[in-house]
Every structure is written in structure tokens, then in C-alpha cells.
């Protein structure tokens, strides 16, 4: 069964100051990789994903991600977070092997954008 | 975009007692899941549901929990006699295909409160 690490449970930052997340998963297999938001009071809105090919991977509002397969890692990164990026980050894998689609989660990275 | 849609937004019941929560997935979408947060844990998959059937459950999708597509709109998740530990966040989803890399949209979740 696969699992999902997340290391930073909170983080703060000042507006303007960049940020990465990180997320480790644990799998056998090959996985497809996510990264979800949610913004206080909304639902749960997908940030970016990976399936194969470019490493790198871009997605909405300014957020990429780099999936380093040797370190088991997809952290979410961003080069300059503003105050309305205030939400929980959540890292998600499930397998690619077969077509189980359930989502693996990581427990989740609270990011407070101070102005 | 498309949204699917949760309600209650909050539930409160007696330990014991049955609640159904309710979910209306996205309009042409064929797959819906079932997810659960206890508060400071992670998201944890319950269940997923194809063509009136379970598709996949977790070991937390015990008898105690069953779901419905009683309509051709909404799909429900029923705990026949809750319990303490039942207390969480419970978020629906959808997605058009069951894929591994297939998007789910995700709804905006029902707090449930079991006293």
C-alpha cells in the first residue's frame, strides 16, 4: 500500500517570500502524483499533477512541482506566495498499476501568508 | 467550473443514531468517492462506486457504513449507528473516468459531529 508523508504540518511566511512544500511517498510501484488545496471554507481543488515525462510540473496560481523519483519526492514549490495563497496544501498519490483510482493522502501543510 | 455539492455542511447526532450524508456529483460524471478527515489526520479514502456497485472500499468501510445513488443526481453515504470515532470531515468526489490519473473534483464537505 502506498503512503504520503508531508513534513511541514504549518509553515508561515511573509508575502513575497518563496515557498516549497515538501511530500515523500512510499510505494512500490509507479504512482501518479497531486497536489490539492484547500482555501478557508472551499472544497478540496487540484493544484497540479503528475503522470510521467517533464519532472517539472506546473501548475495553477505560480505553483510548480519537481517529482525526483530517486528521492521519492513531489515537493510543491513557488517562488513568491502572496496573502490569497492562505490555505492547506495536500500532496496525494494513488498507483498507476491497474485502475484503482483511490487517492493516498498526505496529513496536510497549513500555509499562513502574512502581509 | 463544475462543483459537486455537500450537504449538511454541518451534521450533529447522538452517538448511535443514523445520518445520511448527501452529495450531488457533478452532472456527467460516472464515478463518485466517499473520503473521511478526523481532525489532525489525513484524508483518508472510504470508498469508491461505479454502476449502482462498490468499486473499492477501505478496512475503515465497515457494515456500519453503506452508500446509495438513490437518483440520478445525488449519492449518499449512510452510517447506520454512529459512533464517537465517526466524528470527521467527510468529502464527496467525481470524476468522468476511474483511472488511476483521472481528476477527481472534490466537494466542499460535511462536518460531522457524533456526541
Known amino acids: 500500500a502506498q503512503s504520503v508523508s508531508q513534513h511541514n504540518h504549518h509553515v508561515i511566511l511573509s508575502e513575497a517570500a518563496s515557498l516549497e512544500l515538501g511530500c515523500n511517498y512510499s510505494y512500490g510501484g509507479t504512482v501518479n502524483l497531486f497536489w490539492y488545496v484547500q482555501y478557508p471554507g472551499q472544497h478540496l481543488q487540484l493544484l497540479l499533477k503528475?503522470?510521467?515525462?517533464?519532472?517539472l510540473v506546473k501548475g495553477i496560481k505560480g505553483f510548480e512541482a519537481e517529482f525526483i523519483k530517486s528521492k521519492f519526492s513531489f515537493n510543491l514549490r513557488k517562488p513568491s506566495v502572496q496573502w490569497s495563497d492562505t490555505a492547506e496544501y495536500f500532496c496525494?498519490?494513488?498507483?498507476?498499476?491497474?485502475?484503482?483510482?483511490?487517492?493516498?493522502f498526505g496529513t496536510g501543510t497549513r500555509l499562513q501568508v502574512t502581509l | 467550473e463544475p462543483e459537486v455539492t455537500q450537504t449538511p455542511s454541518h451534521q450533529v447526532t447522538q452517538m448511535g443514531q443514523e445520518v445520511i450524508l448527501r452529495c450531488v456529483p457533478i452532472?456527467?460524471?460516472?464515478?463518485f468517492y466517499w473520503y473521511r478527515q478526523i481532525l489532525g489526520q489525513k484524508v483518508e479514502f472510504l470508498v469508491s462506486f461505479y454502476n449502482n456497485e462498490i468499486s473499492e472500499k477501505s478496512e475503515i468501510f465497515d457494515d456500519q457504513f453503506s452508500v446509495e445513488r438513490p437518483d440520478g443526481s445525488n449519492f449518499t453515504l449512510k452510517i447506520r449507528s454512529t459512533k464517537l470515532e465517526d466524528s470527521a470531515m467527510y468529502f464527496c468526489?467525481?470524476?468522468?473516468?476511474?483511472?488511476?490519473?483521472?481528476?477527481?473534483?472534490f466537494g466542499p464537505g460535511t462536518r460531522l459531529t457524533v456526541l
Open positions: 452532472s456527467n460524471h460516472l464515478y
Open positions: 503528475y503522470f510521467s515525462g517533464d519532472p
Open positions: 468526489a467525481s470524476s468522468e473516468v476511474m483511472t488511476s490519473g483521472s481528476r477527481q473534483f
Open positions: 496525494a498519490v494513488n498507483a498507476r498499476d491497474g485502475t484503482a483510482s483511490k487517492l493516498t
